[in-house]
């Protein structure tokens, strides 16, 4: 079933105090849902987050009785609406802005602190008829303008919706259900492979179809960009780049640009290529590390002896995309060997520190995120240590933990094959 979402969420126990802010957005033609959260009768919390709800109003007190104020309630109507991480203003709508401290401590907690977290008093806005919510909006903008880079990025955002819309209207135009339903299936069959065919593997076939769905957005979003100017302010600021700009780095979202953004956890027979697992055998980690290498271990001669990092094994897939969609790269899977360093040791200009030269077998990448926790990472494979091992025995002995993004794939697969087939040189003495 499609779904219809609000993109403005409005929390509170007393409607006529927040029906000038629903009456302003929907005339606007702005999708916006009023929650009632008194506590003794409120309404049902969404069972599913919703994915492009941007600004929510929340008040403090869901009752009359001051003492019933518990910011654990306050963040648990914020938790019910949006997934973590995700792109939002607050607006605290209340008399008792002197709570917002505690309201955020709870967001902080649960992972969902806004972009921007306004706290305005309502009786600043107060008015003989009710509450000026005209002057709530230009205080809500005039905060924004002071992000322009977001404009940018909100039509970034446009094209890619305007992109996807455009993908679902050609694939369902002028058909009926049986044929949109083939339609589907030769893009299932046809990038994922015969193997497919069956009433099994449907989270497979699944990611299969979102892959070449993802292939065709992104291929087409460039047409769809809305034809609007650059303002002034982003012409000084954000395209006026004198130099290399010097900030922290961002690990996670340089993580965006190699993985695919996986986080739950795999399927026990799921198998693909770029998929990067921990060894999970101690016969194998012995024939197979790179750890106890002489030209690896020189190289990481400071991240070995260091107690701050923490060094796994892992492997790397790299058996041909299409061979192992349609189940043909024959009996063994052919993979690359490599160390996951956490915390890894760095110089004085935050890079990765080895001894020396990095070898022309190593492949390095760096300033790598896995996990929320383990945020500050970096992998090195080496290219001379390739194995291969039949399919059951890799879901016995090994645990998955992300998979590399095509391009980064196809990457390290030429360099691989470039490593492979370089010449030796016959020295004359």
């Given at each position: 079933m499609i779904s219809f979402e609000p993109r403005i969420a409005i929390i509170d126990d007393k409607f006529e105090e927040i029906s000038g802010i629903l009456q302003q957005y929907q005339k606007e033609g702005i999708g916006v849902k009023y929650f009632n959260a008194h506590l003794t009768d409120p309404d049902p919390k969404p069972a599913i987050h919703f994915s492009d709800l941007n600004l929510i109003f929340l008040d403090v007190h869901f009752t009359e009785n001051i003492d019933d104020y518990d910011p654990t309630?306050?963040?648990?109507?914020?938790?019910?609406?949006?997934?973590?991480?995700?792109?939002?203003?607050?607006?605290?709508?209340?008399?008792?802005?002197d709570k917002k401290d505690e309201i955020l401590d709870e967001l902080k907690l649960i992972k969902k602190e806004p972009f921007l977290f306004l706290a305005e008093q309502k009786t600043d806005y107060q008015t003989k008829d009710g509450w000026d919510f005209q002057k709530l909006r230009k205080t809500i903008d005039s905060k924004l303008s002071e992000y322009p880079e977001l404009d940018e990025l909100s039509i970034w955002k446009?094209?890619?919706?305007?992109?996807?819309?455009?993908?679902?209207?050609?694939?369902?135009?002028?058909?009926?259900?049986?044929?949109?339903?083939?339609?589907?299936?030769?893009?299932?069959?046809?990038?994922?492979?015969?193997?497919?065919?069956?009433?099994?593997?449907?989270?497979?076939?699944?990611?299969?179809?979102?892959?070449?769905?993802?292939?065709?957005?992104?291929?087409?979003?460039?047409?769809?960009?809305?034809?609007?100017?650059?303002?002034?302010?982003?012409?000084?600021?954000?395209?006026?780049?004198?130099?290399?700009?010097?900030?922290?780095v961002d690990a996670k979202l340089n993580s965006w640009f190699h993985f695919k953004l996986i986080e739950n956890k795999m399927e026990s027979n799921f198998v693909t290529s770029g998929l990067i697992s921990y060894f999970r055998n101690d016969s194998l980690s012995r024939n197979y590390s790179i750890q106890n290498d002489e030209i690896v271990s020189k190289y990481l001669?400071?991240?070995?002896?260091?107690?701050?990092?923490?060094?796994?094994?892992?492997?790397?897939?790299?058996?041909?995309?299409?061979?192992?969609?349609?189940?043909?790269?024959?009996?063994?899977?052919?993979?690359?060997?490599?160390?996951?360093?956490?915390?890894?040791?760095?110089?004085?200009?935050?890079?990765?520190?080895?001894?020396?030269?990095?070898?022309?077998?190593?492949?390095?990448?760096?300033?790598?995120?896995?996990?929320?926790?383990?945020?500050?990472?970096?992998?090195?494979?080496?290219?001379?240590?390739?194995?291969?091992?039949?399919?059951?025995?890799?879901?016995?002995?090994?645990?998955k933990v992300k998979i590399f993004n095509k391009e980064l794939l196809s990457e390290i697969q030429v360099e691989y094959s470039a490593y492979s087939s370089r010449l030796g040189i016959t020295q004359i003495i």
């Open positions: 309630h306050c963040a648990a109507w914020v938790d019910s609406l949006l997934p973590e991480n995700s792109f939002y203003i607050l607006v605290l709508w209340s008399k008792e802005t446009k094209s890619v919706l305007h992109s996807s819309n455009i993908v679902i209207g050609h694939l369902s135009k002028n058909i009926d259900v049986e044929a949109l339903r083939k339609k589907l299936q030769k893009i299932i069959l046809g990038h994922g492979g015969s193997y497919l065919i069956g009433d099994d593997k449907e989270n497979r076939k699944r990611e299969v179809l979102f892959d070449a769905l993802d292939n065709i957005l992104a291929s087409n979003s460039k047409l769809t960009r809305p034809n609007q100017n650059i303002s002034e302010l982003n012409k000084n600021s954000l395209y006026k780049i004198p130099d290399f700009p010097i900030s922290d001669k400071t991240q070995l002896e260091s107690k701050e990092t923490t060094l796994s094994d892992i492997s790397l897939i790299i058996s041909r995309p299409c061979d192992i969609a349609q189940n043909k790269f024959g009996r063994n899977l052919k993979m690359l060997s490599g160390i996951l360093i956490f915390n890894p040791i760095r110089d004085g200009k935050n890079r990765f520190k080895g001894v020396g030269t990095k070898p022309l077998s190593i492949k390095l990448y760096d300033h790598l995120s896995i996990s929320d926790i383990e945020t500050d990472c970096a992998i090195v494979f080496d290219f001379r240590y390739a194995f291969s091992l039949p399919p059951d025995i890799f879901e016995q002995r090994f645990e």
